[in-house]
């Protein structure tokens, strides 16, 4: 009001001029604080930044933008349930109609009978709500002893703090191994590791195996043939539930609605996030078939104390129809079934490159190229380097817990714009040093025309070397 004080009410406390206050994830905040990259916009399979530079998106965020970025219709959806109403409480008996829907939706499906639907806000939650269902499970049969979770090393179960603890991500877990575990990780690739360990602790002892079927953040390590078959086999011999990380894999990733499916798994529960929204809005859900349900909705169970302010969150569940909607209308799991061998080819001769290690693709859209171990001993800082090179050319992209470049694009993503992400990344390794030997893809008729012989490589090397990256159009 003119002239008078004012009295602040917000924003009273002195901050820095020279510092962000912004505290990211996973990150080292002595480097990052005021070097933040900021991603103004996103279209398809590309993001942009607040320079205008345009960037393929090769993670689709942190492996949630399924149905690509900026879609209108998945908006209007989240605007017409927000102006409606933006969010109730789902406890007691509190429901809401999106959050109904989707339920339904959902347990119509994923491969279980009866399947039931607990919303969480996002994939750590899922996983901490599991945790305490299969102890509450077998304590309602009257098996308290059965306790112990076991895990594959590598794998990635979020970073709460049961999940914490149940990681197979030694660095993750390091300082906070005793939060609440009671359970043991066994090799990521040898069913007889469980089996061993099973008869070890005596499976009186054990609620339940987490199983990621595919490693995601310990570096994309696809399962050894046979493997998921088999520890799915050895749960089910010894009365011990099986619980399916689906929070990447769920919703289409590996070509199927999810890897239970791929693999018919019929697991006893499956947890999800991600993938259910495309990240349009956070939400997640922990799917129990009906005989993990039972005992808790049996007359006489009594409350299960357990619930989050935002589990069933109506604009969340919105979002996630319309994202449903998108994926069934689009066929995009279908696409992606299709672009597995695609991505494969593109990848491979990445293969003949000095600084890597291995390229591991071939089930639906999940890629890593993970760099040579001595090779990173002697210049640790090689993924950053990598990270920003990327960007230079083009993509946006990050390195995972073991030295892997991720891939996970969105749904969308062309042949086309597949073979430009490889180029930008042997574009990246050659210009730090890398030389490549001349290696042919088994597949590369999978692989648009003009880039079939790799000294397509060469050719959009020009286009990729200019200070602003192209526009990878969808
Ligand atoms: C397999 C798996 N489980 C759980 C989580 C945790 O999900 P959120 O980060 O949404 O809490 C993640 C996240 O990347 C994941 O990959």
Redesign the pocket.
Known sequence: MHGTQRTPILGIYPVSMHRHALWHPFADMSVVAGNDFIIASGDGCTVTDTHGRTYLDSTAG??FANIGHGRIEVAQAAAQQMSRLAAYSTFGDYANAPVLELADRIAAMVPMTDAKVFFTS??????DTAVKMVRKYWQLLGKDDKQSIVTRTS??????VA?TSLGGIAANRAGFEDFGSQGRTVAWDDPQDLEAYLHQVGPEHVAAFFC?PII??GGVYLPPDGYLERVRQICRDHDVLFVA?????GFGRTGCAFASTRWQLDPDII?A??GMTSGYA?M?AVVASGTVADPFWAPGAGMWRHGYTYSGHAVSAAVALANLDILERESLVTAVRGLEVTLSAALAPLRGHQFVHQVRSGIGLLGAVQLDPAVLAEDPGLPTKIVHGLRHHGVVSRMLADGSIQISPPFTITRRQLQELSTGIDAVLTDLGSAREPIQSLHAELLPEQDRDYRGFDSLDDQLLLDVPPHHGS
């Open positions: 942190l492996w996002g994939g750590s939650d899922s996983v794998a990635y179960h979020g970073m709460h999940g990621e995601g953040a990380d689906e929070v990447i894999s947890l996030a991600k956070p997640g």
